[in-house]
């Protein structure tokens, strides 16, 4: 019998997947686009473009020298109106681009199909495509696909969990461009030169489990794994010892255990821009939450405002409490409606007051719940406490660097308290050291 | 419109159990407990119970004032202490001993030391002894409601008087004399499963703690090793109140599984050495007292290692 491997801890989550039977609706181009220079983890792009410059769809319009970058392309074509920074959530400021769009959506001549005949060439497309980890991350692509020599890949997996509430932007893909998948795949395989594929995919979502199924069936090599529900079977290492059995020790990546993850939507987007040579100017995003009147999924251009996909998803029904962009487990609260759709968005909810608030916080009861929740097997609350009063010894001592910031914890909490918030303080107080550390070394110029 | 959006961080949802349901489900847990003292001690049992937890709802409201923190009565956390505190009592106790110690755990154990959380000691255990100490006649004198005095089954079998012990079932049932909340295994049991069921507490703590005393008894309690009557040992006397609902209070014992499983070896271990080789019948408050003193030390040495990681030195 197929026993179901999973992590220890986690929690159960409602589902809410309301928009799971809901086609995906294209928004059309809008009047402008906002597009930031950093739309993925690693360095920022340089824009390309100067104001009043024509841009064509497609047109690379932000690059970056860095290995760990991916550029940046124009989602439609028209004037470049203004470039200057704009705030992210985090509080950094990134340099945007914003283009009037002519609604002609000419497509730039460099736009057409990579010719791929060996891995380099395959590389190297991948990267001039923009592809980022479109299940949140955000990490550039190629450099996933491109491990050190030294790293023995024998596995990849496919990130179909979607483990959060209310997503089904990855479920939509699957239903939708099941062959593009495949395509992606197959590329994938071929180039990377890795036989042994997992697609994982939680057990509540049966009817792509058989469509994949029985597109895999005519394969070698994949295999199509049922997972069980539970928040959050798709955070990699998860995912990975759930699928392989192997554990991904701490500060490691997954091609250190021989594997590389790949989220679902982004290899249907290798096998698309393979055949076409569109650059990832697009993204599916589910459009849900309380105060939302037509809860959709839509294809929204990237740039596009999330006051324009809401507009198209017939406004609000009551007045917005909380906007996050991804799930409500790990997503990012926003402070304006002007912010743009990116490339990583797959999500954007809209919360009113009754389901956004959440309840004030009392005191730690000591429970434990948050260290029974938690999948890496951490003691929030004591992180919680050390990070507060700045006790560094304490944050070393329980792993605080070890969080992968999935929010069980801070879910399960009965007093309410803010947990990843705190370990997210507790990081930073971490690195501020390390930093400080690393500079008075070099200062003191002592022998390494 | 904008400007009212509301930032903070994730997760942006919460489960929807809070601090008073776990409190309350604790109550619900210790219905059947306090039914069945209620049952055999008579209508006063009842009136302790009542005294008790008035008493100590008062104390938590008033420490709030004086303190000047903010007022916590609504978590429940102050009726489960003085519930236990109840449970612990004689049924003939005095009322104003049992006003006392209510007061005693709820100001000076548990709000003097932080509030709930923060305490070292279990604020109805410690409250208990500090009663037994200073009271010794008053907190160990067993009368039934027809006012006929006798000694509960661990002074019997302390004292070799085995002929008088009662059997098994009305060990199991609680027909024996004892704490009001104590005597009846049965339902103790039901409130125990209940409280694992619903995951306010985990089997860890009370499968050591009694397992231990069983093993311990049965090695030692005999003639000659291994004849003990664990049996009677785990069934008579605190034990089943102490391990589900004393050993597991949160503020005042290990978090980790390990950390809950060292704590209840330990308990088993030192009551199990104080009903042997004392002049104690009972020793399971002593010995969760002893054990909570050692949390913190537990805790510093069970940090679990991060998934996949390697294991941290203490
Ligand atoms: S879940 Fe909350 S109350 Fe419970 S131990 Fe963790 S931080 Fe404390
Ligand atoms: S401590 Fe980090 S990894 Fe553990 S549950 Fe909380 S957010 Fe998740």
């Given amino acids: 019998m197929f026993v179901k491997k999973s992590f220890s801890g986690g929690v159960e989550v409602p589902h809410f997947k309301n928009t799971e039977n809901i086609q995906t609706e294209k928004i059309g181009v809008p009047d402008e686009v906002i597009i930031p220079m950093q739309q993925h983890s690693g360095a920022p792009c340089k824009p390309t473009v100067k104001e009043g410059e024509p841009v064509k769809v497609g047109q690379v319009i932000g690059i970056s020298e860095s290995f760990i970058s991916a550029p940046i392309h124009s989602s439609v074509s028209g004037t470049v109106a203004d470039i200057s920074s704009m705030i992210f959530p985090d509080g950094r400021y990134v340099a945007t681009v914003v283009i009037k769009a002519d609604g002609k959506q000419d497509i730039h001549e460099d736009v057409k199909p990579p010719i791929c005949t060996n891995k380099e060439e395959f590389i190297e497309a991948v990267k001039n495509s923009g592809l980022v980890g479109l299940g949140g991350a955000g990490f550039p692509a190629h450099v996933k696909l491109n491990p050190p020599k030294d790293k023995n890949i024998d ?33 994938v395989t071929k180039f990377i030169g890795v036989s042994n594929v997992i697609i994982g995919i939680e057990d509540n ?18 295999d199509v794994k049922a997972l069980r529900t539970r928040y959050p079977q798709g955070a990699e290492k998860m995912l990975i010892y759930a699928l392989t059995g192997r554990k991904v020790p701490p500060g490691k990546l997954p091609m250190d255990v021989g594997v590389i993850v790949m989220n679902i939507t982004s290899v249907g987007f290798v096998g698309r821009y393979l055949k076409d040579g569109m650059p990832l100017i697009k993204k599916r995003v589910t ?17 596009t405002k999330l006051s324009d996909v809401f507009d198209f998803c017939g406004g609000f029904k009551t007045e917005p409490f909380k906007i996050i962009m991804g799930g409500p487990m790990m997503g990012i609260a926003q402070y304006t409606l002007d912010a743009p759709v990116m490339k990583y968005t797959n999500a954007l909810l809209a919360f009113d007051k009754t389901f956004g608030n959440v309840p004030p916080e009392t005191a730690c009861i000591r429970c434990g719940r948050c260290y029974r929740a938690c999948p890496v097997n951490l003691m929030p609350l004591h992180i919680n406490r050390a990070a507060l009063v700045e006790d560094m010894d304490a944050l070393h001592k329980y792993h605080t660097m070890d969080c992968i910031e999935c929010g069980c914890c801070a879910y399960s909490c009965p007093a309410r308290i803010p947990l990843v918030q705190s370990i997210r303080l507790g990081k930073t107080l971490i690195k501020k ?13 002592v022998k390494s | 419109m904008e400007n009212n959006l509301h930032v903070s961080s994730s997760p942006h949802i919460r489960a929807e159990t809070n601090t008073r349901d776990i409190m309350l489900d604790v109550i619900i847990a210790l219905v059947p407990a306090s039914v069945m003292g209620v049952y055999f001690f008579g209508y006063r049992a009842l009136l302790v ?35 236990l505190l109840a449970l612990n009592f004689p049924p003939s106790i005095p009322f104003w001993i049992a006003i006392v110690g209510a007061f005693i755990a709820i100001m000076l154990v548990k709000q003097l030391f932080g509030g709930i959380g923060q305490n070292f000691m279990n604020p109805a255990l410690a409250a208990r002894v500090i009663l037994l100490i200073s009271w010794p006649v008053q907190m160990t004198r067993w009368v039934w409601p027809d006012g006929v005095s006798s000694a509960t089954p661990l002074v019997i ?13 009305d060990l199991f049932l609680g027909n024996v004399a004892g704490c009001i909340g104590e005597t009846s295994a049965a339902a103790l049991l039901i409130g125990g499963i209940y409280l694992v069921v619903k995951k306010v507490i985990g089997m860890e703590t009370p499968l050591a703690f009694i397992g231990t005393v069983g093993l311990f008894t049965w090695i030692f309690a005999g003639g000659s090793l291994f004849t003990g009557d664990f049996l009677y040992h785990i069934l008579a006397g605190g034990l089943i109140l102490g391990a589900f609902f004393m050993a597991t209070d949160y503020s005042t014992t290990p978090v ?30 002593f010995a969760i007292i002893l054990m909570n003193v050692a949390t913190q030390l537990i805790d510093r040495f069970t940090v679990p290692r991060s998934f996949g990681g390697e294991k941290n030195a203490a």
Wanted: glycine share 8%; hydrophobic share 45%; proline share 3%.
């Fill in chain 1, 287 to 303: 459009v849900d939450g309380s105060a939302v009147n037509r809860p959709s999924n839509v294809e929204a251009l990237i740039g």
């Fill in chain 1, 433 to 445: 050291a390390q930093a400080k550390a690393k500079k008075d070394e070099s200062q003191k110029d």
């Fill in chain 2, 256 to 285: 980790t599984r390990r950390g809950k499983i060292i704590f209840g070896i330990g308990c088993g271990i030192l009551a199990s050495v104080i009903r042997l080789y004392t002049d104690y019948p009972e020793g399971v408050s």
């Fill in chain 1, 155 to 187: 596995t990849l997996i496919i990130n179909a969990a979607e483990c959060e509430p209310f997503i089904t932007s990855d479920y939509r893909e699957i239903m939708e461009n099941s062959a593009d998948i495949m395509d992606g795949i197959d590329a």
């Fill in chain 2, 157 to 169: 079998l302390k004292r070799g008087l085995m002929a008088q012990a009662p059997g098994y079932l």
């Fill in chain 1, 205 to 222: 979502k049966p009817e792509a489990i058989s469509l994949l199924k029985k597109l895999a069936a005519g394969k070698k090599g994949i």
């Fill in chain 2, 49 to 83: 119970i009542l005294v008790t937890v008035l008493a100590a709802v008062l104390a938590e409201y008033l420490a709030a004032i004086v303190l000047k923190r903010k007022q916590t009565i609504g978590d429940l956390s102050a009726v489960v202490t003085g519930l």
